[in-house]
């Protein structure tokens, strides 16, 4: 057995891998840095800084393995009641991710892009997150999506409105309003719901994220906090979904 693989497990689960099967769109709720901080006696900013760090061990996996859309939920309409100075972390770690990563992320054909509305986060944040999406608009290789003051209501309740104001306006008929069409509405219009939504941390939860495009979603969930989370945890998840059966609500 090779000796890069701590078990027989591991080695197992490295071969299983279909790469004819990999899931087109895989979501991530990055939950657990702040019992992952707890865990070492560290503040909780040191579990979002560590969590970064998982944020680029997994881009760098998941464009490996041919994921074509990668979501990652790292900041919820409900974040902002957490106190202000985490919040402040947040963002300033948002910043320096993108600052430091983006030369490397466009080198490799990452296209960056944003769930959510950004027009109230911090001037700096929204300075940095649309230069990184016009820097990499046109790359294909992998969709990096980061879901930032975004919930799921919150993106029906804008979508239902944008309906209503173009129903009024008598640029879409009423009859025409379809579950196509409300996908037009949604942050995610560009891009296919997801196939696989992984949650780290022993959390078994949406919170409120990708509430109407998780339909029909695998769901993967594992005990490890997002900043222990590695590739082989990835692997474990992509192994476990292409041994489900995916039947979108019909009989095979
Ligand atoms: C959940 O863990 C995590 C978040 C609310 C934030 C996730 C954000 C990052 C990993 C970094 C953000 C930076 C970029 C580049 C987007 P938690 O704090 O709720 O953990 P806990 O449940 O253990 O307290």
Redesign the pocket.
């Known amino acids: 057995m090779l000796n890069i693989f701590k078990s027989k497990k591991e080695y197992k689960e490295n071969f299983d891998l279909d790469m004819n099967n990999i899931p087109n769109h895989i979501a991530i709720?990055?939950?657990?840095?702040?019992?992952?901080?707890?865990e070492q006696n560290l503040p909780?900013s040191m579990?979002?800084k560590a969590?970064?760090e998982?944020?680029r061990i997994i881009l760098k996996e998941a464009t490996r393995l041919g994921v074509k859309n990668l979501t990652?939920?790292?900041?919820?309409t409900e974040?902002w009641s957490?106190p202000k100075d985490?919040v402040g972390t947040?963002m300033k770690?948002?910043v320096?991710?993108?600052r430091k990563e983006l030369k490397e992320c466009h080198e490799n054909g990452v296209r960056m892009n944003v769930l959510g509305d950004i027009t109230k986060l911090p001037q700096e944040c929204q300075k940095a997150l649309n230069e990184a999406i016009e820097t990499t608009k046109n790359n294909t290789k992998i969709n990096l999506s980061?879901a930032?003051n975004y919930g799921g209501r919150d993106e029906i309740v804008r979508a239902i409105k944008l309906i209503s104001s173009d129903v009024k306006n008598n640029i879409i008929k009423e009859d025409e309003i379809n579950e196509k069409l409300v996908e037009e509405y949604l942050y995610t219009k560009d891009i296919p719901d997801p196939d696989l939504i992984i949650r780290p941390?022993g959390?078994q939860r949406i919170s409120n994220f990708l509430l109407w495009q998780c339909a029909y979603s695998e769901f993967w969930y594992s005990d490890i906090?997002?900043p222990d989370f590695k590739e082989i945890d990835l692997k474990r998840a992509i192994v476990d979904y292409q041994n489900r059966d995916r039947r979108f609500g019909k009989v095979k």
Request: proline content about 0%; cysteine-free; overall charge positive.
């Open positions: 709720i990055m939950d657990g840095n702040g019992r992952w901080a707890k909780r579990g979002h969590g970064v998982t944020i990652l939920y790292a900041f919820s974040n957490r985490e947040l770690l948002l320096t991710y993108l980061f930032l941390s959390e906090n997002w």
